[in-house]
């Protein structure tokens, strides 16, 4: 059986305020998804092609069909997703470019590391698929879910002339100018085991590979003056576990992550999260805590969201308001309140096929806050979109 879906949709960003490197207040993304599905017996055949347009210099401007997802810029042409899957019994086997997420929690989930992102707008993190191997086994009460993939997918940092990069005081006068990468060799693995119990669910994980987050080298170059950026990444090795509990009026969730390696740059650190839901009628609130433990400090200059959302407060409230509209509140406080940041999204259906949001992020904090560096980036978005 062969069906599809898809949409087009215009995004329109202002930013009441320009930025130190980017002196722009409007942007236009434009985007066009088309997600065809074949299923024949036991075999099912997916993919997921991108044409998209921006008027910032985030997309780039040749014509060609992009797979790799190793640019710096957005291609016009993605080959987002592209895979086979074979499914008998409890055994899924699927192999090709493929979405694979890990992890319960919400905001932050340290255990999701085959799930690299598109972070041109930090608080806008667009996953990207990797391409894989997948084993599933599945039963009524556990699952294995074992994953191979030959290469890093790495995710997509800010553009270093955009307002997204805040450089160091030392370099803040100085062009910064992207002077490629260096990506590493060598598989990525990783094996989750969950269990769902009478009384709760847990999961057991365990990730070997690179960290799909760069780290950064910089070498002056005095003529004319800059600092050319080459991206790194580590090796990293993780051991995750998550547990969630429904109790009478709420559910618990927890979810942990211990992250080594050995790249001496990269450190040895914990993430953690402790959240608990609630719903009341049509609204759904979350609130939690995102931590952090450090046990080596890192040495090298790191682009790290993940990192930058921990010692901090979390919350998000959700409501349907009705078969066409609903609201969504979230917010980041950091536990010193040096950082915030916080969204409210009204969405409104226009028919059957149309829907319209309004986004507001405010950002707000100190300079050395990961939140509060932003604190010139809040912006209001309108999007249209078009789904068929």
């Known amino acids: 059986m062969y069906t599809y879906r898809g949409f087009a949709e215009v995004l329109f960003d202002a930013y009441p305020v320009t930025s130190a490197r980017d002196d722009e207040r409007?942007?236009?993304?434009?985007?066009?998804?088309w997600e065809p599905n074949l299923r024949a017996g036991d075999w099912q055949f997916s993919a997921s092609l991108d044409a998209r347009m921006d008027t910032h210099s985030l997309t780039e401007r040749r014509v060609a069909i992009g797979y790799s997802d190793r640019s710096v810029q957005r291609p016009a042409f993605n080959l987002a997703a592209l895979s086979a899957s074979?499914?008998?019994?409890?055994?899924?086997?699927?192999v090709g470019k493929q979405f694979v997420r890990w992890g319960k929690t919400d905001i932050l989930v340290p255990t999701d590391r085959f799930a690299p992102r598109d972070y041109l707008n930090i608080v806008d993190p667009?996953?990207?698929?990797?391409?894989?191997?997948?084993?599933?086994?599945a039963t009524a009460s556990n699952s294995l879910d074992i994953v191979v993939s030959p290469r890093l997918t790495p995710s997509r940092s800010p553009l270093l002339d955009q307002r997204w990069v805040v450089a160091p005081p030392e370099?803040?006068?100085?062009?910064?100018?992207?002077?490629?990468?260096?990506?590493?060799?060598?598989?990525?693995?990783?094996?989750?085991?969950n269990h769902i119990g009478k009384r709760h669910e847990h999961s057991l994980s365990v990730y070997r590979g690179f960290n799909h987050l760069p780290w950064f080298e910089g070498t002056f170059a005095p003529a004319p003056p800059r600092i050319d950026v080459r991206r790194r990444y580590a090796q990293l090795t993780t051991f995750g576990a998550d547990v969630?509990?429904?109790?009478?009026?709420?559910?618990v969730k927890a979810e942990s992550a211990w992250f080594q390696s050995e790249t001496p740059e990269a450190g040895e650190y914990l993430l953690y999260v402790v959240q608990a839901e609630r719903q009341a009628g049509e609204w759904l609130f979350i609130a939690g805590y995102a931590g952090e433990y450090e046990r080596t400090p890192a040495t090298?200059?790191?682009?790290?969201?993940?990192r930058g959302l921990t010692r901090a407060f979390v919350g998000r409230a959700s409501v349907t308001l009705d078969a066409t509209r609903s609201l969504v509140f979230e917010t980041v406080v950091r536990q010193n309140a040096n950082g915030?940041?916080?969204?409210?999204?009204?969405?409104q259906g226009?028919?059957?096929?149309?829907?319209?949001?309004v986004t507001a992020h405010a950002f707000g904090g100190s300079d050395d806050d990961f939140l509060g560096r932003y604190r010139r980036n809040s912006f209001v978005r309108l999007t249209m979109r078009y789904s068929f």
């Open 26 to 33: 409007a942007v236009v993304d434009t985007l066009a998804r």
């Open 86 to 94: 074979w499914t008998h019994g409890p055994v899924t086997v699927a």
């Open 126 to 137: 667009q996953l990207l698929a990797v391409t894989a191997a997948r084993v599933t086994f």
């Open 171 to 193: 370099a803040a006068e100085l062009t910064l100018v992207d002077a490629g990468a260096r990506y590493p060799s060598g598989t990525q693995s990783g094996v989750r085991w």
């Open 244 to 251: 969630v509990v429904p109790l009478a009026i709420l559910t």
């Open 300 to 306: 090298a200059f790191r682009f790290a969201p993940d």
């Open 340 to 347: 915030f940041y916080g969204r409210g999204e009204y969405a």
């Open 350 to 357: 226009l028919g059957g096929h149309w829907r319209a949001m």
